[in-house]
Structures are given as structure tokens and as C-alpha cells.
């Protein structure tokens, strides 16, 4: 158990709908990071916050959105959802780096899939 | 854009047999990790290298990072079906960065 939890488990949804992921870091953590991972791929880089500010933006389409909120919980808004938007979604979160080490503690995923 | 390329995509070996993953990256990295993916689960850290030239073992796992600093090595010694997973590299440009994670190595060990 990594601390980082996720829901749904699962999201079963049809083109068109709209979604909202959640993510709760590990405690003390300020960065989240949002990944997609389609079948038997890598991890896409979506979006990372820190301490409740976009940090740094990756190939997220514009139906796409996060936030992280006060108490640091981040939530992904996809809407307008396509087949192709069927995939897993990681959250993963990390301390401030200590020095140059600072490893990522990813959640146990949502599984998205579209109809 | 950064770009970071893993090969092979796929190894399948025996019990017993070696196993290497090898990770390029299109610009030079301020450090490189690894992670595993178990089947059905989450990426889990496992390594962290940050220097020129720098080699980490982990009991039969080897990490290597390259001189020039944009390149690195997994090495397993000894395969069990306990490593059965995909490897993942990932480099950051910077402390604190974006991660880029390489496509990963899927490995299945035959009993």
C-alpha cells in the first residue's frame, strides 16, 4: 500500500459523458501527478500540481482538467469522452525533493472505460 | 520534447536466466529512476540514481546509469517468476521535474 489512494476502482461510462477521478496524496505530500495508461502501454504524463498550483503540463487534451484543492486532494475532469479515452489513470504523489531524491508513490489506479 | 526510449519491449526467459532492460534519453538527465509494475497493479519505485557512472544492486538487480548521464541499465541475475512485471525508466530533467517515463520492458519467466 503505497498511501496514495484513488476512487472509483473502476468507471464504466458512454461517449460523450463527463468523469471526475479523485486522488488523495500521501500525507505530508504536496505533488500530485496525474498519468494515463492505455493498454499494454507506458505512462502519459497529464498534469502535475504542487501545493495547489499547475506545476507542469504534459499531452492533457483541452477536454481534460485537474485541480488540487486546499487540502491537497487532487480531482481529473474528462468530459466529452471518446472511445479512445478508455485506460487507466494513475494519481502519484512525492515529497519536495530532498536534495535530488524524490520518488514517486503511485495509487492503486482507475480503471476508465468507455462504451 | 524530452524523449526517453526503453528496449526491449517484451522479454520472455527461463527461470534462471539473465534479463536486461536498456533505457536512452534524448537529452541529458539530472537523474533516472525505476519502477516496477506487477501485473494488474501500480508502478512501484525502486531505484534512483543521480551520478555519473553510478551502479546500485538491489540483491540480483543491477542499475547503471551511463556516463554522459543519458543512459541506464536494469540488470536481473538469476531470474525467478517473482520478476515477472513490466520495468519502467523514468528520467527527470531536473530535481523536482516532470517524470518521462520510457515504454517499459514487459518480462515473463517461464518456470
Known amino acids: 500500500d503505497s498511501g496514495v489512494t484513488q476512487t472509483p476502482k473502476h468507471l464504466i461510462t458512454a461517449t460523450g459523458q463527463r468523469v471526475t477521478l479523485r486522488c488523495s496524496p500521501r500525507?505530508?505530500?504536496?505533488?500530485v501527478y496525474w498519468y494515463q495508461q492505455s493498454l499494454d502501454q507506458g505512462l502519459q504524463f497529464l498534469i502535475q500540481y504542487y501545493n495547489g498550483e499547475e506545476r507542469a503540463k504534459g499531452n492533457i487534451l483541452e477536454r481534460f482538467s485537474a485541480q488540487q484543492f486546499p487540502d491537497l486532494h487532487s480531482e481529473l475532469n474528462l468530459s466529452s469522452l471518446e472511445l479512445g479515452d478508455s485506460a487507466l489513470y494513475f494519481c502519484a504523489s512525492s515529497v519536495p525533493p530532498r536534495g535530488s531524491y524524490n520518488e514517486q508513490f503511485f495509487g492503486p489506479g482507475t480503471r476508465l472505460t468507455v462504451l | 520534447g524530452q524523449q526517453v526510449m526503453q528496449i526491449p519491449q517484451y522479454q520472455h526467459v527461463q527461470e534462471g536466466e539473465d534479463f536486461t532492460t536498456y533505457c536512452n534519453s534524448s537529452?541529458?538527465?539530472?537523474?533516472i529512476q525505476w519502477y516496477k509494475q506487477r501485473p494488474g497493479g501500480h508502478p512501484v519505485f525502486l531505484i534512483q540514481?543521480?551520478?555519473?557512472?553510478e551502479v546500485k544492486k538491489q540483491k540480483r538487480l543491477t542499475f547503471q546509469f551511463g556516463e554522459a548521464k543519458k543512459n541506464s541499465s536494469l540488470h536481473i541475475t538469476a531470474t525467478q517468476t517473482t520478476d515477472v512485471g513490466t520495468y519502467f525508466c523514468?528520467?527527470?530533467?531536473?530535481?523536482?521535474?516532470?517524470?518521462?517515463f520510457g515504454e517499459g520492458t514487459q518480462l515473463t519467466v517461464n518456470p
Open positions: 500525507s505530508g505530500d504536496l505533488s
Open positions: 523514468a528520467g527527470q530533467r531536473t530535481s523536482g521535474s516532470r517524470l518521462t
Open positions: 537529452t541529458t538527465l539530472s537523474n
Open positions: 540514481l543521480v551520478k555519473s557512472g
